[in-house]
């Protein structure tokens, strides 16, 4: 049965709970698989694709539970996928933001993970020959490719796959950034016009940096620059993005309400932004260092997660903070559970990088 | 080894993550698994079962248009949702495809049945209207009290006695109290059950009688005053004796016969008014003979209206915000004020696009800067006139007014050069001081220049009668011979505001506001840089103001230097309407034979002290009459309640007999309001109280009977309603107004066509009219209208459809001949409002009539389009009130304050508010007549001004049923600047207390810099007490014992039948789920249980301003008697406790 959407539902509280603090976190698992596409394609981060592959699905893969848990009848959920509205009607004009990006969400998740098992196919291949247990799966893994001449001549089909995975994680990378702007009222969201691009940017700075760490944590002393590098310049790129994208974001608030009571209101946010730039500054520089001094990545990684989790909290929920219009600030009041409702997209998320991981190596020696 | 403890590693990692996950996940995967909602499939849209009705909404004033869905649920007719009328000037076209864009109404020729595929924009309280229709605390059946007055019980009685009770009197069995019966204050009656002939004949010719010795009085010593009076009496005394009657069964007071006939102790007030069910009323109050029809005005925008009505000659007057350039929009909130939240959206959506610059001159601050063009100008209360005479003065010293349309000094000059209206600019006013025609026009008569009506100006250095030339001067200050002999001071009228702007520098008037000096120089230069697209824009918050007539006055110099009177973009009185009382039947409320009347009414509006007998008797007597008891308001056009209470209170000029009261609730409504309970209290000074409303609020708690009344959904206040100023800037705006659905209150039987009646005011007032035998009501009642088809011709008036049919027919049939209704009406839209009008089975009472009523039916009202509007020169068509507008008003100038006996100042001014008569002497300024507010509470006592804007939430005390609204601010506040905050050291969400010099309020702050340093502001429209249930309030306490006694007299819970109240029981269990989804059930299903929504929040007026040198009645202005709501001053002291104020609070 369709259910109907009443009009108190619509007026229930606008603030977004913490959990989709998380969800803006996990939506970095596209980059990740853009990166990986990226990397597939154009050969230049190839030491680096297993781990950016399993990494992205494990967090694509759950993304999606951040939005599910804000929803006030999370049951009604399936909807979307069942009568999605994504062509508009004579009735019903528009589409469903949300809607259209579920559906991307499910291409985007089948296509990445077609992606991933091409890629490991022939890898597969030969650890079965290598394995004693399980060697029935890591066949049946290899899709049949048992040869390099059949995975090269797959590449094709993968490169093909590589290629349109692009659109809808790139989609997904801008997403939570246009639905805040496009599909609230927050005053301060409305006017923060510089959000999709240092969303977008921000994203990259958070799958670099959750690469770097898993990685770190992976081989340690043993970590190649061949792995890492590539991985640490995305990286600098990303932080010395958000750091100017954010102060030039300042600076068009500081014009448009120059000594307006509005500039009173966003103290709290304009605070946050110094430290966020001051951190990803940090982690840029960080980053340059790294490139020489390898250990010091790990650094580069924390850094860079306190800056995007400062970034973060300040879009969503400092940002909430302010009323809409535009004047008053408020406290903010979290549930008790917020912390473990926030952590438990996330830690599913790890739950599945350490199964994937499991079955898929996060380093491939022996690729086209 | 190493791989071994790699996976035990990673096995703890992911048993910790999953654990993780699975406990901080399990409460939506159980959301999931067992949701608390209840599945409920799409409305239906279409189909045997729907329909739709076209209709006007009555959730503020405004009249916006609403389309309404109904559902036919085994043969319930239950209503679905409202929607804006798409063919409405207000709400305008949307297409389902276009809901961004602007967009105009649908054509009015446009497919009834087609228009079915627009909608229309209609605000947040528009769309809830539904909850008001379904309101559990409803009553639906008579009632009368079971106890002492106020004590909450109530028990039902049937129809038939309740007429006969309110007629012949009765009694309150558990009390043993006698309630006096209506009979023998409907004096026609008595004369005519004494069988005197004509009663008429003789109250006609008493009233004769009576005007002749007031209009001797002047001439008469009181010797020869009591001469005339005593020979009046034995006269009558003598002719009524004829019959068995003495004068004192006629006349109030024999020695008093100026006061009117016992007809005038009937007093009937309501409070919302509409278009029919106010003609209705006031028919009603005719056929009684009673003087005293009033309104709630005072407490709606009686200062604005009075202010108007001196300057133009008409009250209600704003701009044309489709065609401006620039407003200074100032008093007025968005979302408030006409056109209303629907109807405001043009504003927004104009200066959003930068067609449009608004000055938003408000403590409070707007709720958008439209990319910059609202602009926000914080004032202090009460000093707008600063603000405009600042203004005057940058105009005038760089020469940016009208000249040309200033020098025509008649109407004939001002034709010439293309002008519909004139100004008396250029008129020469005696401003000789001490003078006794000082104020008034120096007139040709005077100079022996020409006749007493001809005014005089200043033509080439001569003075010259005000039509014999086409042009004269503006500035002008010199000295006069009269004929007399007698040399006096003479100046312009413009010479004269002249002269008051120019009486303090920029930088001093903007000391006063507290407008920053380049602020009002920007706006000064904006206003005369539009042309005359420019207009102010104002209302509540300069008119209701102890000196918010004056405010008024000189915001609209503004208006008056540009000249954009009824110009595109300019200022406008209402549209034009259509004959909806006499195009074919005479539904009007006059002409049907109505009693002959005479006396002043109880709150002593539109007449002056001056021409009572009072006066003249204390006058002769003790050569001085001043102070009169009470106030008294020549000039107000409207009514006060304030003065309705305190008459009463004081038997000034008379006492009352019997209150009818319909659709108000004063005691919540107006400020300080609470001090009505005193009145209400007292079954001596008030024996008979009778109250026709939807539930029984903090007024009718006091009442003797409920007379259970309809919603506008229903048959509540039906019938044509004209679109208040500027109605969109169309030369034609009417919505009208249809039963959606049969009404829900008990069905009372039947009229002699077979046609249902239901209780409600129109079937109430129809009952009494017949069983008292008025003119007016029943077989022949409704007469045809001279020199049309229905000319000699009387109709019956037996039940509302009776009635309101001829009210269409009427509107109709003038739409027709203005050619706004096609004389051909297409056969699709009859069928279409046949199929789908619930009123349309009334149809056979005008049949002749009926496709035209269903054409305007169909599309919700009669609507012309702008562009056709206008002329070539963008003058509108419609026509003006008045051709004269007004620099200075001899009658204002000659209108004496009743208290002290000096004269009024006539012309705009800054006065500080004050208070109406001086408080022990104390005065400040020569015109100034009363003590400033801030000598009587300065500011180091009283650091704050609280003030109480409407919102486009909440607009009135009665919004609490709106429960979707609910949602979104389920309660108010105190909203506080934030610097203010800091020095208290409070934060959003601490309960303060709120002291004002009536008492205190305690209430949670929302810290904001939307409202100015030193202002609180909290959002109108909560703090409600009794609503047929009971919260006793605890959210406030006031100083005076008696008052302080009364709010703790008020009972704990109200006792009332199970069946005599909510509606609601027929409606099927999903609607009701879906009408109150945050309620218990307990509310809905239940009678009287308690609902937290509806009782929380705070109001200001139960602690709002009085005037000491008026016994503590509430505040009013000076001229206007409007009740001022926005100068309350306080102090603030934080209490230490704290509330949560969530983000579902933070829009208001």
């Known amino acids: 049965m369709i259910e109907y959407f009443y009009p108190n539902e619509a007026a229930t509280p606008l603030l977004w709970e913490p959990v989709l603090f998380a969800y803006t976190l996990l939506v970095s698992g596209a980059d990740l698989l853009i990166l990986a596409s990226l990397g597939y394609l154009t050969k230049k ?324 | 080894m190493a791989n071994n403890r790699r996976r035990v590693v990673k096995g703890i990692i992911a048993a910790a993550s999953l654990g993780t996950f699975i406990y901080g996940y399990y409460g939506t995967v159980d959301k999931i698994l067992r949701p608390s909602v209840t599945i409920y499939g799409p409305d239906k849209i279409d189909g045997p079962e729907v329909r739709y009705v076209y209709s006007s909404c009555l959730g503020c004033n405004v009249r916006c248009g609403i389309r309404v869905r109904i559902i036919n649920v085994n043969g319930v007719q239950i209503v679905e949702r409202i929607e804006g009328n798409p063919y409405h000037v207000y709400n305008r076209a949307v297409l389902p495809e276009k809901q961004i864009k602007r967009y105009n109404p649908l054509p009015y020729s446009f497919s009834a049945r087609e228009s079915l595929k627009y909608t229309g924009t209609l605000c947040a309280r528009g769309q809830d209207g539904i909850h008001y229709l379904y309101d559990p605390y409803r009553v639906v059946k008579p009632l009368k009290r079971a106890g002492p007055r106020g004590s909450g019980r109530w028990k039902t009685i049937s129809w038939e006695q309740l007429i006969d009770e309110i007629v012949n009197g009765g009694v309150i069995e558990e009390t043993g109290e006698r309630l006096p019966g209506i009979r023998e204050l409907f004096t026609y009656g008595v004369l005519r059950d004494a069988r005197f002939e004509d009663p008429n004949n003789i109250l006609s010719r008493m009233k004769e009688d009576v005007n002749q010795i007031l209009s001797n009085s002047s001439h008469l010593t009181f010797d020869e005053l009591r001469k005339k009076i005593e020979e009046f009496k034995s006269k009558w005394e003598a002719e009524l004796n004829t019959k068995g009657l003495t004068l004192s069964d006629i006349l109030i007071d024999p020695d008093r016969p100026d006061l009117g006939t016992k007809a005038n102790q009937i007093v009937f007030v309501r409070g919302r008014g509409q278009g029919h069910s106010d003609d209705f009323s006031q028919r009603w109050v005719a056929a009684i003979g009673s003087i005293n029809w009033l309104r709630h005005t005072s407490s709606c925008q009686l200062g604005y209206y009075a202010g108007n009505r001196i300057w133009a000659g008409y009250t209600d007057i704003n701009p044309d915000v489709r065609g401006a350039k620039v407003l200074i929009m100032a008093g007025a909130q968005i979302g408030r004020l006409h056109p209303g939240a629907t109807g405001q959206g043009l504003i927004i959506e104009r200066a959003a696009e930068g067609e449009l610059k608004v000055y938003y001159v408000n403590p409070v601050a707007p709720r958008g800067d439209c990319n910059g063009n609202f602009i926000w100008v914080p004032i202090k209360p009460g000093t707008d006139a600063a603000l405009a005479m600042a203004m005057v003065r940058w105009i005038i010293e760089n020469g940016r007014y009208n000249k040309i349309f200033l020098e025509s000094p008649n109407e004939e000059s001002a034709k010439k050069k293309g002008e519909i209206v004139y100004t008396n600019a250029t008129w020469l006013v005696i401003t000789e001081d001490g003078h006794p025609r000082g104020g008034t026009f120096l007139r040709a008569s005077d100079i022996g220049k020409g006749e007493k009506n001809q005014y005089v100006v200043v033509y080439n250095g001569e003075l010259v009668p005000y039509d014999t030339v086409d042009e004269a001067e503006l500035f002008y200050a010199g000295k006069v011979k009269l004929s007399t002999g007698e040399e006096v001071e003479v100046k312009t009228a413009l010479q004269i505001l002249k002269d008051e702007a120019f009486s303090r520098s920029i930088e001093e008037w903007c000391e006063i506001c507290g407008v920053p000096v380049e602020t009002v120089v920007r706006m000064a230069f904006d206003f005369t840089n539009a042309g005359r697209a420019a207009s102010t824009y104002i209302h509540r918050g300069v008119g209701m103001q102890p000196n918010g007539e004056y405010s008024v006055w000189a915001y609209r110099t503004l208006d008056l230097l540009i000249g954009n009177y009824h110009r595109r973009g300019g200022l406008m009185a209402r549209a034009d309407t259509t004959n909806y009382n006499g195009a074919l039947y005479n539904t009007g409320p006059s002409n049907f034979g109505e009693p002959v009347k005479w006396g002043p009414p109880i709150d002593r509006h539109g007449v002056a002290y001056e021409d009572t007998l009072e006066y003249w008797v204390r006058l002769k007597r003790d050569g001085n009459a001043y102070p009169a008891k009470r106030p008294w308001y020549p000039l107000t056009p409207e009514e006060s309640y304030t003065e309705i209470f305190a008459g009463i209170d004081e038997g000034y000029p008379y006492p009352v007999k019997a209150l009818f009261m319909y659709y108000a609730n004063p005691v919540l409504a107006a400020n300080f309001g609470i001090k009505f309970i005193k009145v209400l209290r007292d079954t001596e000074k008030l024996p008979l109280f009778v109250a026709i409303t939807t539930t029984i609020n903090e007024t009718f708690l006091y009442a003797d009977y409920i007379i259970p009344d309809t919603t506008y959904l229903e048959t509540g206040t039906l019938g044509i309603q004209y679109l208040y100023a500027s109605s969109a800037g169309v030369r034609y705006a009417e919505a009208w107004r249809v039963p959606v659905v049969p009404p829900m209150t008990m069905k009372i039987g039947e009229d002699p066509n077979g046609y249902p009646r239901y209780s409600s005011l129109w079937e109430f007032l129809i009952d009494l009219a017949k069983k008292l035998g008025t003119p007016g009501y029943g077989e022949r009642s409704i007469p045809g209208v001279k020199e049309t088809r229905y000319e000699g011709k009387w109709f019956p008036l037996h039940s509302i459809w009776d009635y309101i049919m001829r009210v269409y027919a009427n509107g109709a049939v003038d739409a027709v001949k203005k050619g706004l209704i096609p004389e051909q009406v297409p056969v699709d839209d009859v069928k279409f409002v046949e199929e789908n009008y619930w009123i349309a089975r009334f149809k056979d009472i005008v049949p002749s009539e009926w496709p035209w009523i269903a054409y305007a039916m169909a599309r919700g009202g009669v609507f012309t389009s702008y562009d056709e509007s206008y002329d070539e020169n963008g003058v509108v068509k419609r026509k003006p009130k008045r051709t004269l507008l007004e620099f200075w008003d001899e009658k204002l100038a000659m209108t004496r304050n009743s208290v002290t006996g000096q004269r009024f100042y006539g012309g705009p001014k800054y006065f500080p508010p004050a208070t109406y008569a001086p408080i022990e002497a104390k005065t400040t300024e020569k015109w100034l007549q009363g003590t400033p507010l801030r000598e009587i509470w300065p500011e180091d006592r009283y650091p704050f001004l609280v003030i109480m804007p409407g919102s486009p939430l909440y607009t009135k005390h009665r919004s609490q049923f709106y429960y979707w609204m609910k949602q979104i601010m389920p309660r108010n506040y105190a909203v506080l600047h934030p610097r203010d905050a800091a020095r208290l050291g409070v934060d959003t969400g601490d309960i303060v207390k709120i002291e004002t010099p009536n008492g205190y309020v305690e209430t949670p702050v929302l810290v904001e810099p939307t409202t100015a340093p030193g202002i609180i502001t909290i959002p109108v429209g909560m703090g409600r007490w009794a609503d047929t249930a009971i919260s006793k309030p605890e959210y406030f306490e006031i100083r005076e014992k008696e008052l302080k006694e009364l709010i703790e007299a008020i009972p704990e819970k109200t006792e009332i039948p199970e069946d005599a109240v909510n509606p609601l029981k027929v409606l099927p269990e999903i609607s009701k789920k879906t009408l109150f989804t945050k309620s218990n059930k307990e509310f809905y299903e239940s009678s009287l249980a308690i609902d937290e929504w509806r009782f929380n929040g705070i109001t200001l007026n139960v602690i709002a301003s009085s005037d000491p040198s008026l016994k503590d009645w509430p505040l009013l202005s000076w001229v206007g008697a409007s009740q001022v709501y926005f100068y309350t001053p306080a102090k603030v002291t934080k209490t230490g406790e704290k509330e949560k104020i969530t983000f579902t609070n933070m829009i208001w």
Do not use: C
């Open chain 1, 45 to 368: 981060l190839e030491k680096t694709i297993p781990l950016l592959l399993i990494l992205g699905i494990s967090f694509f893969s759950v993304v999606l539970l951040g939005p599910l848990a804000d929803l006030r009848s999370p049951h009604k959920a399936p909807l979307l996928f069942s009568i999605p509205h994504i062509s508009p009607t004579y009735t019903t004009p528009g589409i469903s933001l949300i809607a259209f990006q579920s559906i991307l969400w499910i291409i985007a998740l089948i296509l990445s993970i077609v992606f991933m098992l091409l890629y490991f196919s022939y890898p597969m291949y030969l650890k079965s020959k290598e394995v004693e247990r399980f060697k029935g799966l890591y066949l049946a893994f290899s899709l049949g490719v048992d040869s390099r001449e059949k995975y090269d001549k797959l590449s094709l089909i993968t490169k093909g796959i590589a290629i349109i995975l692009l659109l809808p994680a790139t989609l997904w990378g801008l997403y939570p950034s246009t639905l805040l702007i496009s599909q609230t009222w927050s005053f301060v969201w409305r006017n923060w016009v510089m959000l999709p691009v240092i969303y977008f940017a921000d994203t990259f700075v958070v799958a670099t940096a959750i690469a770097i760490l898993v990685y770190f944590i992976w081989r340690r002393r043993r970590m190649e620059a061949e792995v890492i590098q590539p991985l640490l310049k995305v990286h600098a790129a990303g932080s010395l993005s958000v750091s100017a994208l954010t102060a030039l974001q300042l600076s068009i608030w500081w014009f448009w309400f120059d000594d307006s009571i509005i500039i009173q209101s966003l103290t709290t946010i304009t605070s946050w932004m110094f430290i966020v730039i001051a951190l990803l500054i940090t982690s840029f520089v960080l980053s340059l260092i790294a490139l020489r001094f390898l250990v010091i990545s790990i650094l580069v990684s924390l850094v860079a997660f306190a800056g995007t989790i400062a970034n973060k909290w300040n879009i969503l929920m400092n940002s909430q903070l302010i009323s809409k219009t535009g004047m008053g600030v408020f406290e903010l009041h979290l549930p008790a559970d917020w912390l473990f409702k926030t952590a438990s997209p996330i830690a599913l998320a790890i739950f599945l990088l350490v199964i994937i991981s499991s079955l898929f190596p996060l380093e491939v020696k022996e690729v086209g």
